[in-house]
């Protein structure tokens, strides 16, 4: 669940993983929205009664039943922000939602379509496991020099730094390049470009 967008998909997860279901809700104005969805050969697209992108998670469990997907083992969410203390794939419990739900702050404009999703989630799928993924994840690794801005050392302490953002899609982008160079890549200095209703740009 995205600022602009929601976006969710189906995989089945074996000796490799194929995603075999693929559904969006964008291009949100006038109180409503379009919807895309895609399974091998059906590419089906319209209108949707969906205002936002929060609104439109409420659209999720319809889908997946329409297309036979309700035999669901586990659920994966993309958080944008967990700030400096969310470092890795984490699950999901009241602990966790609250701890993110505290990092608001840090991206208003995400995290709450983010919990919504996953508030949403946990109560029509309590006993499935749910795990967040963090964009800001990738980037914690960053040296003090990329992350420190030349501020007050009381507003460093207070929690300012430099997060990063897009981890998710440029960790994606760098091992993608990596397999097609045909490097480790470790061996490698990239550059990966992220364009979107967001931009970012990341050394690695």
């Not at 982008?173 to 490097?183: C, S, T």
Request: hydrophobic fraction near 40%; charged fraction near 20%; proline fraction near 6%.
């Amino acid at each position: 669940a995205g600022s602009s967008s929601l976006k969710f998909g189906v995989f089945s997860v074996g000796d490799e993983t194929l995603e075999i279901f693929k559904g969006s809700y964008e291009r949100f104005r006038d109180g409503g929205c379009e919807y895309r969805f895609r399974q091998g050969e059906t590419d089906e697209r319209g209108p949707a009664p969906f205002a936002s992108p929060g609104d439109a998670i409420k659209g999720v469990p319809d889908a997946l039943q329409r297309f036979a997907l309700e035999a669901i083992d586990a659920m994966g969410h993309r958080i944008v922000h967990g700030g400096a203390r969310f470092s890795g794939p984490t699950l999901l419990d009241d602990d966790t939602v609250e701890a993110i739900a505290t990092l608001t702050p840090l991206a208003p404009l995400h995290n709450p379509a983010n919990l919504e999703a996953v508030r949403l989630c946990r109560s029509l799928w309590p006993n499935l496991p749910q795990v967040a993924v963090f964009d800001t994840a990738f980037h914690l690794s960053n040296p003090a020099f990329a992350t420190t801005y030349a501020v007050p050392a009381k507003w460093r302490e207070a929690g300012l730094r430099r997060y990063g953002f897009h981890g998710t899609s440029h960790k994606y982008v760098v091992d993608r390049a990596a397999q097609e160079i045909g490097r480790p890549l470790s061996d490698l200095q990239l550059v990966s470009i992220h364009l979107g209703n967001g931009a970012s740009v990341c050394a690695v």
